[in-house]
């Protein structure tokens, strides 16, 4: 029986897909773990250093500001600007608790209750709790799996409605792996202006791409400036998934309304991790060029693996991040949870259901390759026995 007390918002959410795989995990002897998006790469020594000599000089007793320590924001509206195109100045910056929390501060701000946000879908499943916890309404808009899951701005215009306040999406994205490319996200833009709603993205992944594909900001585009919200993390792009630190770019209105919600929300991020994350912007950048290289190698040795099983999978090669979606193929996989939950017991292999990603998600697994090589053949040995292939 429902407690009376508690909130419909939070009882209408329902548990983490991800999070029950990694409980259920832990109940099973030896499983290789592909569900969850952790990298196996440790953070490079010179930012464990600088979080060190700030314990040492006594950076843990207090805050910083609640938007960030000042030299931080200034090197982030440097990159953005270099890396990203958008001409970002400091106060248009905010340090997050990774990129996650500042998307939840931009919903808040954002949204009333009632108001709508469309979400191409399949998305992050995060984002589609943060809407619902806002007592907003995510809107759920098919992306066009036959087009390597890019953008239906067709379907986009047609989910518009006097409610939607906002588009919500992730690029590179998780799950999909999906880059979207400049000129849809150039059509996209168009849209936000003709119909007047803001765009938040999620951008964690923007160094993660491959075969020519390019990572495209759509904050860059003058036209929009003052009507995108875009998130950023050091977690993903310098392997400091645990440090907890991101930033989010906005117009200096947007952000004055967003930092009403990020103080109630974690006041400000770790001090510890900001001195981490700024030595991770300022030192030298090869780390990223190694990940993204050890990301491809994996990427190449899943696919190879998933070809040898093409009688349980079909997938589409993803572009970017370190996750890909494929669809299960076989009958039962049409309950991708279930699927899941068989192949932990009897294969001891573990991968997130795609319906936590939003129903197009449904009849897919996530499987994360940010993991040693030798870990998915173990994991694809499994499967070949366990499919008899």
Not at 261 to 284: D, E, F, R, T
Request: aromatic share 8%; glycine share 6%; charged share 25%.
């Amino acid at each position: 029986m429902r407690h009376r007390g508690f909130s419909d918002r939070i009882a209408g959410i329902p548990r983490s897909a991800i999070h029950e795989m990694t409980r259920l995990s832990r109940e099973v002897d030896d499983v290789v773990l592909l569900s969850w998006a952790r990298p196996s790469s440790d953070t490079p020594e010179h930012i464990k250093e600088a979080a060190v000599k700030a314990i040492r000089d006594g950076h843990t007793a207090a805050y910083s500001e609640s938007s960030g320590l000042e030299e931080l924001r200034e090197e982030i509206a440097k990159k953005l600007s270099k890396v990203n195109g958008i001409n970002a100045k400091p106060s248009q910056v905010m340090v997050t608790v990774g990129a996650i929390e500042g998307s939840a501060a931009a919903v808040m701000a954002l949204t009333d209750p009632g108001d709508e946000v469309i979400l191409p879908c399949p998305t992050y499943s995060a984002h589609i709790s943060q809407i619902a916890l806002a007592a907003a309404r995510p809107v759920l808009v098919p992306l066009d799996e036959k087009k390597s899951c890019a953008l239906d701005l067709q379907a986009i215009r047609a989910a518009i409605t006097p409610k939607t306040r906002a588009i919500f999406y992730c690029s590179p994205s998780n799950p999909t792996g999906a880059v979207f490319s400049q000129e849809q996200l150039n059509s996209l833009a168009e849209i936000a202006i003709e119909h007047d709603l803001t765009i938040i993205t999620d951008e964690a992944y923007e160094y993660f791409v491959y075969d020519g594909a390019r990572h495209f900001s759509i904050a860059s585009l003058p036209e929009l400036s003052g009507r995108v919200v875009s998130c950023f993390t050091f977690t993903k792009t310098y392997s400091m998934t645990g440090w907890r630190v991101g930033y989010l770019h906005a117009g200096e209105d947007i952000v004055r309304q967003i930092f009403k919600a990020h103080i109630p929300l974690a006041l400000c991020a770790p001090v510890v991790s900001q001195y981490a994350a700024l030595a991770a912007i300022k030192g030298p950048q090869d780390c990223i060029e190694h990940f993204r290289d050890k990301y491809k190698r994996s990427r190449e040795l899943l696919c190879a693996r998933l070809d040898r099983l093409g009688s349980v999978f079909s997938y589409r090669r993803p572009a970017g991040t370190y996750m890909m979606l494929p669809r299960i193929r076989i009958k039962e996989g049409a309950d991708s949870a279930a699927f899941c939950r068989k192949l932990l017991t009897e294969a001891r292999v573990s991968f997130s259901p795609g319906v936590e990603f939003g129903p197009n998600g449904e009849g897919h697994v996530r499987i994360s390759f940010c993991v040693p090589e030798d870990e998915i053949n173990r994991a694809f040995d499994r499967l070949e026995k366990h499919f008899k292939v």
